[in-house]
T-cell receptor, first 116, second 112 residues
Framework: GAVVSQHPSRVICKSGTSVKIECRSL??????MFWYRQFPKQSLMLMAT?????????EQGVEKDKFLINHASLTLSTLTVTSAHPEDSSFYIC????????????FGDGTRLSIL | KNQVEQSPQSLIILEGKNCTLQ??????????LRWYKQDTGRGPVSLTI?????NTKSNGRYTATLDADTKQSSLHITASQLSDSASYIC???????????FGAGTILRVKS
């Protein structure tokens, strides 16, 4: 069964809207979750590492005020795209599991965000 | 610069045939190499994960190989099925496993 649940699967909204995406770890408590963005025919790009109970760590070039991450519990992390614009349209994917070590990360099914 | 390059970009094969996908990397220090399958509009699903000391690992009809000396890996799919149509992503872990470097993927289409 699914290890990671991501919701919603698809969002279409007007420019200027803020959109919240949820990522839930179903099988285990995740102190760390990861948020990726994927443009068509490109590889996944890590946006930020979500840390339970503390601030997220953002990758270079990712605006933390634009992409708000909250990891309030060991099973839930949320990504809010604030004042979204058409260039924010993308496929957003979360994952849980150890970034290091020899265990695979488990990915959610992604959220297709389309900003009109 | 740490990079992962995959080839071919895309591939079309007939159902029942075998195929091999390639992955070359320049990631150092190397921790492990992973192959994922990503169906259209879905998240990636792990197929195999190999450490430095492993040369080959199988998962059903999927067999991955790793040559750490030449920094090359391959994913061999045997007796392909229509459901194998997907993007296959090679991911290499660097910095003792603390950072993942993603390849752009190979898009495989299996035709009947």
């Amino acid at each position: 069964g699914a290890v990671v649940s991501q919701h919603p699967s698809r969002v279409i909204c007007k420019s200027g809207t803020s959109v919240k995406i949820e990522c839930r770890s179903l099988d285990f408590q995740a102190t760390t979750m990861f948020w990726y963005r994927q443009f068509p025919k490109q590889s996944l790009m890590l946006m930020a590492t979500s840390n339970e109970g503390s601030k997220a760590t953002y990758e270079q070039g990712v605006e933390k005020d634009k992409f708000l991450i909250n990891h309030a519990s060991l099973t839930l992390s949320t990504l809010t795209v604030t004042s979204a614009h058409p260039e924010d349209s993308s496929f957003y994917i979360c994952s849980v599991g150890h970034r290091g070590g020899n265990q695979p990360q488990h990915f959610g099914d992604g959220t297709r965000l389309s900003i009109l | 610069k740490n990079q992962v390059e995959q080839s071919p970009q895309s591939l079309i094969i007939l159902e029942g045939k075998n195929c091999t996908l390639q992955c070359n990397y320049t990631v150092s220090p190397f921790s492990n190499l992973r192959w994922y399958k990503q169906d259209t509009g879905r998240g990636p699903v792990s197929l195999t994960i190999m450490t430095f000391s492993e040369n080959t690992k199988s998962n059903g009809r999927y067999t991955a190989t790793l040559d750490a000396d030449t920094k090359q890996s391959s994913l061999h799919i045997t007796a392909s099925q229509l459901s194998d149509s997907a993007s296959y992503i090679c991911v290499v872990s660097e910095e003792y496993g603390n950072k993942l470097v993603f390849g752009a993927g190979t898009i495989l289409r299996v035709k009947s």
